[in-house]
């Protein structure tokens, strides 16, 4: 089934640390899209990509990075520079930017110990 | 930046009931998508609704984007109804990112 896998669903951090959350699409869709929601929140837009290679920074994108080196793949990144990382992470995906809805994934959880 | 507001931002009905919510949104818009996530977090896209009216079994949208809003209508609550609503809208000059707003958090009782 054609669709957007995320991993893992959970995920923990210690101080310092980086870790890297996957987003794999096989729609065949050119635009992906990673967002952060925070609890009782509506989602923020941290980066975007319209094509492979190619990635523009959304509303909060300080202590985050993102590579787009294959069409289907948009890994995130969250560095030891985002100093409050606990929050839900969701990527989308669409046809190409702005044009059809976004669909998304199940989405990752992402703690501090 | 654009605003996103919806209202209201908590809702319960009783099952069978009907529910009107809003979204009203502060500057011209290339589109506007409504979700829903269920409890376990999964964002599930209702409708894709630039302007008019759109049908999708007991819920329904309208945006009227000359003046800046947008309805979703649920009738016939049922329990599974339960969750957030979310109206988000495409922003023109800006990669057409979409910005959301807060949600309408509906708990549809037995």
């Known amino acids: 089934d054609g669709g957007i896998t995320q991993s893992p669903k959970y995920l923990f951090r210690k101080e310092g640390q980086n870790v890297t959350l996957s987003c794999e699409q096989n729609?065949?869709?050119?635009?992906m899209y990673w967002y952060r929601q925070d609890p009782g929140q509506g989602l923020r837009l941290i980066y975007y990509?319209?094509?492979?290679?190619?990635?523009q920074k959304g509303d909060i994108a300080e202590g985050y990075s993102v590579s787009r080196e294959k069409k289907e793949s948009f890994p995130l990144t969250v560095t030891s520079a985002q100093k409050n990382p606990t929050a839900f992470y969701l990527c989308?995906?669409?046809?190409?930017?702005?044009?059809?809805?976004?669909?998304f994934g199940d989405g990752t959880r992402l703690s501090i110990l | 930046g654009i605003q996103v507001e919806q209202s209201p931002p908590d809702l319960i009905l009783q099952e069978g009931a009907n529910s009107t919510l809003r979204c009203n949104f502060s500057d011209s818009v290339n589109n506007l998508q409504w979700f829903h996530q269920n409890p376990w977090g999964q964002l599930i896209n209702l409708f894709y609704?630039?302007?008019g009216t759109k049908q999708n079994g007991r819920l329904s949208a309208t945006t009227v984007a000359t003046e800046r809003y947008s309805l979703l209508y649920i009738s016939s609550s049922q329990t599974t109804d339960s969750g957030v609503y979310f109206c988000a809208v495409e922003r023109y000059n800006a990669g057409n990112m979409l910005t959301f707003g807060g949600g309408t958090r509906l708990m549809v009782k037995p």
């Open positions: 609704i630039p302007s």
């Open positions: 729609l065949n869709h050119d635009a």
């Open positions: 989308a995906s669409s046809i190409q930017a702005g044009v059809g809805p976004q669909h």
């Open positions: 990509s319209q094509i492979v290679n190619d990635f």
